[in-house]
């Protein structure tokens, strides 16, 4: 399990929810990349977007369709 968040290690790797930074840790990117440019890509899973007081949203993606995308591009 390459994600590094602390809080995420004892739910199953299959039912986590990523942050981008979680996504940017597992690629080995940036933040920034994760936001900018694979997220606007048609190929990247599509992310959630849970409720935050700013009404904006704050973007989850599911684990497994991360880890399947990457392993798609190998």
């Known amino acids: 399990n390459r994600c590094t968040a602390p809080s995420l290690q004892h739910?199953?790797?299959?039912?986590?929810?990523?942050?981008?930074?979680?996504?940017?840790?597992?690629?080995?990117?940036?933040?920034?990349?994760?936001?900018?440019?694979?997220?606007?890509?048609?190929?990247f899973p599509v992310p959630l977007r849970l409720p935050s007081p700013t009404g904006r949203g704050q973007l989850r993606w599911h684990s497994k369709e991360i880890i399947g995308w990457a392993s798609s591009k190998n």
């Open 11 to 43: 739910v199953p790797i299959d039912k986590q929810l990523w942050s981008p930074q979680d996504v940017a840790t597992y690629l080995g990117v940036s933040r920034r990349t994760v936001v900018e440019r694979y997220a606007a890509r048609p190929d």
